[in-house]
């Protein structure tokens, strides 16, 4: 059964700071990695999507990378900002599904000070 | 364009009594999916359509719980007999699936269910 898993569940920072979110994932037959953005008492925002063939994707100050055989991605921010405070969750579709359900993690919340 | 939208926002209702809520998708995505997310619970995948299909009914939790969708379009689940624990928030998703090959999913707002 394919589990995701998010490290740390929050986070503090300062802003300026670059920082990295985790996400891992036990089943490496995935067909693609999608990270969102949840703001509270909101619905999820996609950030960005990497297919299984991939290794990273870039958008603005955000750049996630993927590596399947590890089971592991990573969200990188840079220059956080205060606007940047939301959880940050990690969702993977499996290979043999694809198509169907988002295995979610339990996601990271990002808090950034001004 | 628009979003994926649903209706109600929130939705306080008594313990026993059935409900609906509504989805939306975006206009000429064909695949649909509601999951829950509920307190310490994380994300959990509900049901997936392809048209007005269910290929996918893996994660309605009781048979209290239905969905359809009709005209590839809108789409409704219900819950019948309500129960604390069902308490949480619903959220839609569509995608273009299988013509987005990679079947980037865009989420609604979610509909916030209370019971009580």
């Known amino acids: 059964k394919q589990e995701v898993t998010q490290i740390p569940a929050a986070l503090s920072v300062p802003e300026g700071e670059n920082l990295v979110l985790n996400c891992s994932f036990t089943d490496s037959a995935i067909y693609n990695l999608q990270w969102f953005r949840q703001d509270p008492g909101k619905g999820l925002t996609s950030l960005l999507l990497i297919q299984s063939s991939q290794r990273e994707q870039t958008s603005g100050r955000l750049n996630a990378s993927l590596d399947k055989s590890s089971g592991r991605s990573t969200l990188y921010i840079a220059a956080s900002q205060p606007g940047d405070s939301a959880t940050y969750l990690c969702a993977v579709t499996l290979f043999n599904q694809a198509g169907t359900a988002l295995i979610f993690g339990k996601g990271t919340t990002l808090s950034v000070s001004s | ?26 206009s000429g995505h064909t695949a649909l999916y509601w999951y829950r997310q509920s307190l310490g619970q994380g994300l959990e995948f509900l049901i997936y359509f392809q048209g007005n299909s269910a290929p996918d009914k893996s994660g309605l939790p ?10 590839g379009s809108v789409s409704t689940l219900t819950i019948q007999r309500t129960q ?5 928030v619903y ?3 569509s995608s273009t699936f299988p013509r987005g090959r990679y079947n980037e999913q865009f989420f609604g707002p979610g509909t916030r269910l209370t019971v009580l």
């Open chain 2, 1 to 26: 364009g628009a979003g994926v939208s649903q209706s109600p926002s929130n939705k306080v209702t008594e313990k026993g009594k059935d409900v609906e809520l509504r989805c939306d998708p975006i």
């Open chain 2, 62 to 71: 009781s048979d209290r719980f239905s969905a359809e969708r009709t005209g």
């Open chain 2, 84 to 88: 604390q624990e069902d308490s949480a």
């Open chain 2, 91 to 93: 959220l839609c998703a």
